[in-house]
């Protein structure tokens, strides 16, 4: 009988260990509870057996040698990052942006006569939450002559890639309304979805590393999604990202983060909205 040929997941020393944890926070923010080790071991096996390397010390040298935008780096990052996400993933916080948020938005704003609101989804992974932001604007908008200008932004770019492609398997748009579904997505011949065009051209995805937030180019913004991410990061990374982000918003705009993502903190400038199970936070002005 032929034994199957298994390698065993790599041992970190401590020493080891905290020099990634080290690296990977520094260049991304990620941290790893005990009980997420795991993925950071998983991550490292997969690429060292890649290159071809049987030494962590090895392959941490080929990483950090590089810099943030080196391949190698990249392809690990992939391997560490939790891409998990859905169509309008977090269904009461996109309830209080339909019928609360952006009908505000649209009374309150007449900028020389441009009636465009800007969103952001940021750390959108594969594109779900940028279009869900589109598709929650089209919605409320209706006939009103009102245009969106979405941004989907996320660190890893087959994640950016995926999302530009707006192609999803049925299971991955099986939450999504039915309703959404006849206006936004087109069935391809092989079983897959498409977004429809005028949706992808409402969308642009585009790399942002969360911890550059304070120096990322884009408009003043109305609207922020920013769920389900900084939940990885350390407490004092969360906090200045999150007042970061709020700083791109416009007065009165909206900063969404997940529910537990920074319950009871106050954030300079911003106003939060006190909403059931919702964490939304309105910039002051
Ligand atoms: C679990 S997904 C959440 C996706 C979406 N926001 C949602 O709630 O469904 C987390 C995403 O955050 C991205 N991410 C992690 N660290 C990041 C960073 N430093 N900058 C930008 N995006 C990051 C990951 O690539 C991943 O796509």
């Not at 199957?4 to 905290?18: I, N, V, Y």
């Not at 490292?44 to 962590?56: I, N, Y």
């Not at 705009?253 to 939304?280: H, S």
Request: one cysteine or more; glycine letters at 8%; charged letters at 25%.
């Amino acid at each position: 009988m032929l034994a199957a040929k298994t390698t065993s997941l790599p041992e970190l020393t401590a020493a080891e260990q905290a020099l990634w944890l080290e690296l990977i926070r520094q260049r991304c923010g990620l941290t790893f509870s005990d009980g997420r080790l795991r993925v950071l071991r998983l991550a490292l096996h997969g690429r060292m057996m890649s290159r071809g390397l049987a030494s962590c010390t090895d392959y941490y040298h080929a990483v950090s040698r590089g810099g943030n935008g080196d391949a190698e780096w990249l392809l690990l990052l992939d391997a560490l990052l939790n891409k998990e996400t859905s169509f309008f993933r977090h269904g009461p916080s996109f309830a209080v942006l339909r019928e609360t948020i952006l009908p505000e938005l649209m009374r309150l704003r007449y900028p020389q006569g441009e009636r465009c609101l800007h969103l952001w989804s940021a750390g959108c992974s594969t594109g779900q939450e940028a279009y869900s932001l589109a598709m929650a604007f089209a919605e409320t908008a209706g006939a009103r002559a009102w245009k969106a200008r979405v941004t989907g932004s996320d660190l890893s770019l087959s994640n950016l890639e995926r999302g530009r492609r707006g192609r999803y398997k049925p299971y991955e748009v099986r939450e999504l309304p039915a309703v959404c579904g006849e206006r936004y997505l087109r069935a391809l011949g092989d079983g897959t979805v498409e977004v429809a065009a005028a949706l992808r051209a409402a969308v642009e995805f585009r790399p942002c590393n969360l911890l550059d937030a304070a120096t990322y180019e884009l408009p003043p913004q109305d609207v922020i999604f920013c769920q389900n991410v900084l939940i990885y990061f350390a407490a004092d990374d969360r906090r200045r990202i999150a007042h970061q982000l709020g700083a791109c918003l416009r007065p009165s705009g909206c900063l969404f983060l997940g529910p537990a993502e920074l319950v009871g903190t106050r954030l300079p400038g911003l106003e939060p909205l006190a909403r059931n199970d919702v964490l939304v936070y309105r910039r002051n002005g």
